[in-house]
């Protein structure tokens, strides 16, 4: 149907708009026309929003407070339920507005589809004049649209500043660009570009922040993760899996590897308390070019719990922290070829690769055929 919108357009343009056209703002329904603004407050800043260096002047003992203060707003179940109620409740007021202000923009800007928009206004102003009626032009009726859906975007904006102070606002927006997929920025807020900055909206349990971030927002965000990854935890199993090289390049490749052998990790990285969803990845970090690797550490007593501010709430389960890691034990496991699922097939201890190739089972094949597990100690700093 919108093929066929553009295209009446284009022969009516070409035509010197000789051919009545219909008025598109009351075509129904809406999405023939129109596509969803997702796009609310995205000039809209956060009014309270903290600097750099307040953020920076703050012990981590201050965010681990934050951080845990909301965590206890969030166990109370009613009050998130209802708050994800109206969450709802707005955003399906706000969708028909956003429908109603497309279509009625549209049809004010197209010039070129004759005047039946004009022609609309012109009989408003006559009937107006001679019944003193409250009917108002397309123009008035677009602005009224456009301040009630300013009213709505407020209310859903008033989510976040009511549930959270502005250090817990800031909180929210770090975890929610790390589990986003924008961790790499926040590790080096210096790569920032922003010709490619988009509007990021970031929803958890009915708390919904829409807003286009700057290089301070991931600088920001960097300071506060790095403070929080610093906290003492309850110690807890945790895993992280991905591919790595078996050379030496950017990064030190599994060569590098070895039985007491120290790993930093001075950048903030996601571990996983559930070894299903770090096997995942380092499945997929698979290739004849590289191993699938999986950490393993049996206590982690240091980092933030962000799973509950998480993008992916309950799906990847993540702990962030960074430091310093003993391996103690290297081991490749295989998989079984019939069902795809690691086993112990096949299981190799090694001390370090060249121990590993060495091993009277090993083969090219294994590289693609298998996993390697790194079991890790945390070290006290």
Excluded at 47 to 69: G, I, T, W, Y
Excluded at 286 to 310: A, C, H, K
Excluded at 312 to 340: L, N, Q, R
Excluded at 355 to 360: C, E, S, V
Aim: no cysteine; glycine share 4%; charged share 30%.
């Amino acid at each position: 149907m919108k093929k066929i919108l553009n295209e009446w357009r284009n022969f009516i343009k070409e035509n010197n708009n000789n051919y009545l056209t219909l008025d598109e703002s009351q075509i129904s329904p809406k999405f023939l026309n129109v596509e969803i603004n997702e796009r609310v407050l995205s000039e809209e800043v956060d009014p309270q929003a903290l600097s750099l260096k307040d953020l920076d002047q703050k012990p981590p003992e201050f965010f681990k407070k934050q951080l845990r203060d909301m965590k206890d707003v969030d166990k109370n179940t009613q009050k998130v339920q209802q708050r994800i109620k109206k969450d709802n409740e707005l955003r399906n007021a706000l969708q028909p507005i956003d429908f109603d202000i497309d279509g009625l923009g549209d049809a004010i800007d197209a010039k070129e589809l004759g005047s039946i928009t004009d022609f609309y206004n012109w009989s408003v102003g006559i009937i107006n004049s001679i019944f003193g009626s409250e009917i108002v032009d397309s123009s008035k009726q677009l602005e009224r649209l456009k301040i009630k859906k300013d009213v709505i975007a407020k209310k859903i904006r008033n989510i976040l500043i009511s549930s959270y102070n502005p250090y817990q606002r800031e909180i929210f927006r770090a975890i929610s660009l790390f589990t986003g997929s924008k961790f790499e920025v926040i590790r080096n807020p210096e790569e920032f570009d922003e010709t490619k900055a988009a509007v990021l909206q970031m929803v958890n349990d009915g708390i919904r922040d829409i807003f286009k971030p700057t290089k301070e927002t991931y600088q920001k965000a960097k300071v506060i993760l790095r403070k929080l990854s610093e906290s003492e935890i309850k110690p807890v199993q945790t895993w992280r899996g991905y591919g790595l090289k078996e050379e030496n390049g950017k990064y030190p490749g599994l060569k590098s590897y070895k039985i007491g052998g120290i790993i930093e990790i001075p950048n903030l990285s996601s571990f996983s308390i559930d070894r299903e969803i770090a096997k995942k990845f380092a499945i997929q970090g698979i290739n004849e070019d590289q191993w699938g690797i999986l950490f393993y550490v049996p206590e982690t007593f240091r980092g933030v719990d962000v799973d509950f501010l998480s993008q992916y709430e309950g799906a990847e389960k993540e702990i962030i922290t960074k430091g310093k890691f003993k391996i103690k034990e290297m081991t490749y496991v295989s998989k079984d070829p019939k069902t795809i699922v690691f086993d112990s097939l096949t299981v190799i201890p090694f001390k370090n690769i060249n121990d590993l190739k060495n091993h009277p089972k090993y083969s090219e094949d294994l590289k693609i055929n298998g996993l390697i597990q790194i079991t890790m100690e945390m070290l006290k700093e």
